[in-house]
């Protein structure tokens, strides 16, 4: 039950809605999915003075192409399963979906939204390492204008981003993967619950960009590890005990709690980028489509 | 502070004033008096609150009921007309015994309906994929996912509806005491 008074806004609107956050800032808190923030509340470690949903905003909710410019473009209230089941997600950045497709459970990834959770910024959760390897950007609006932020500058800590107090997320943009092929593992004890690390990697065909794993849950944002060298060099031994060697020294003070030490976070991040790249390798030079 | 909202529930048009703290479970439970979805955790772990919004499940306790304004909800008594006519998917949870103590069954049935509306014939794997946001502590899972199979092939046409009745069912699930 949730026992702090509030005050809710359904805005029709994203003029609306920026509105209401320019006049509220701090003491506003912008609700998606609810898939977090409802249970905060209910536990009273979220105690908005006022609510302000976008679930009543349908422009919000769209997934488009901009085929000119090459680009995916998810509207911050996409649910995971929106993502999960779109043909244009399907086509530019299959990478999104496959990590969507771990999120939580049925019941959440129904509500949920790829906004609150990009939002939210929990370190492990399944979409931020994938929007990091895919170079997405995180398009953020205010009455003082728009922002396009990259997804390796919004994530800044443990649930801290680069959002100011009367942003709200309107987009995810995601350059198409093109020929580029992605795969994304994760490390978890119980289904439904978030990782304990995870690992998006994303190969580029040479002469078309770097080849990238990100990596979540060791530290307070992904982390991004270059395998340009180890994919050129066909991920033989030594290449990929460079590239090892390269996320172990990426992951210098991984958290420790519960699931484990940061010695083990260390290893499993390890082990979870190398099974992601050769995924993802393997997927590129089986010339498959995802 | 008080808001109205306007949605559907079970079929049934309904204006309901509601603190805007409420989460949609309570709404249902407390104002509506149907009692059949349950809380358990309260905080979107368990399953047990599950309802459908708009043809899709959600755990109610993840819902404010100001937020459910215009929206088409379903709960498990909109599964059945009469006690003498329930769901297949209720018809073979009693049958196959998919329950113990019944408290994760209404989400449990409406996991079920989702995952079966989609996937007409799912393997086991998937079954239980499906209902891995509905946690049971009784039945370690087996009989509900056999209730699950049996429900599968009544609404396939393969087989016909188990013949099952349970005691304790409101014998008009449509009628209740509020709006």
């Known amino acids: ?290 | 502070m008080q808001t109205t909202i306007k949605l559907t529930v079970n079929g049934r048009a309904r204006t309901v004033e509601v603190d805007s703290r409420m989460i949609l479970a309570d709404m249902l439970r407390d104002q509506l008096r149907l009692t059949g979805t349950h809380i358990g955790c309260g905080t979107g772990n368990c399953g047990a609150c599950t309802v459908m919004l708009d043809g899709r499940t959600v755990k109610s306790c993840c819902v404010l009921a100001a937020d459910a304004d215009g929206a088409d909800v379903l709960t498990v008594e909109g599964l059945y007309t009469s006690p003498d006519d329930l769901h297949p998917i209720q018809q073979a949870f009693i049958a196959n015994q998919g329950l113990q103590c019944g408290y994760c069954t209404p989400g449990m049935i409406l996991s079920a309906k989702q995952l079966l509306d989609a996937n007409p014939d799912p393997t086991e794997d998937e079954i239980r994929h499906g209902i891995s946001g509905n946690l049971c502590r009784c039945t370690g899972y087996h009989f509900i996912v056999e209730s699950i199979q049996d429900a599968a092939r009544v609404l396939r046409g393969e087989a016909s509806a188990p013949s099952a009745s349970i005691t304790g069912l409101p014998a008009s699930p449509a009628t209740d005491v509020a709006g």
Do not use: W
Request: net charge negative.
């Open chain 1, 1 to 290: 039950m949730i026992t702090a008074e509030l005050q809710f806004h359904r805005p029709g609107s994203v003029a609306e809605a920026l509105e209401l956050l320019a006049r509220h800032g701090d003491d506003a808190k912008i609700l998606g999915g609810g898939m977090s923030l409802v249970p905060t509340m209910t536990l009273g470690l979220a105690r908005p003075e006022i609510v302000i949903s976008l679930n009543h905003i349908t422009e919000l909710r769209v997934i488009a192409e901009d085929a000119a410019a090459g680009t995916l473009r998810i509207g911050g209230t996409a649910r995971h399963n929106d993502v999960i089941a779109s043909p244009l997600v399907a086509r530019h950045a299959p990478l999104l979906a496959d990590a969507a497709r771990h999120i939580g459970d049925m019941q959440v990834r129904n509500r949920g939204t790829i906004g609150g959770s990009v939002a939210h910024a929990d370190p492990a959760a399944d979409y931020l390492p994938a929007l990091v390897a895919l170079d997405a950007s995180v398009v953020v609006r205010s009455t003082r204008g728009e922002r396009v932020i990259p997804a390796a500058e919004f994530f800044i800590d443990v649930m801290a981003t680069a959002l100011a107090p009367d942003e709200l997320i309107a987009e995810i943009r995601v350059p198409s993967q093109g020929t580029a092929r992605g795969a994304y593992r994760r490390l978890t004890r119980v289904e439904g619950s978030f990782a304990i690390v995870n690992a998006a990697a994303l190969v580029r065909p040479a002469g078309s960009g770097a080849s990238v794993v990100a990596i979540g849950g060791v530290a307070g944002a992904p982390v991004a590890v270059d395998a340009s060298t180890a994919v050129s060099a066909g991920l033989t031994g030594s290449a990929l005990a460079a590239f090892e060697d390269a996320v172990r020294a990426a992951c210098p003070e991984p958290f420790e709690d519960l699931n484990g030490d940061a010695v083990y976070r260390r290893e499993m991040a390890v082990i979870h980028a190398r099974r992601a790249l050769l995924a993802a390798a393997g997927r590129a030079a089986a010339g498959v489509t995802v």
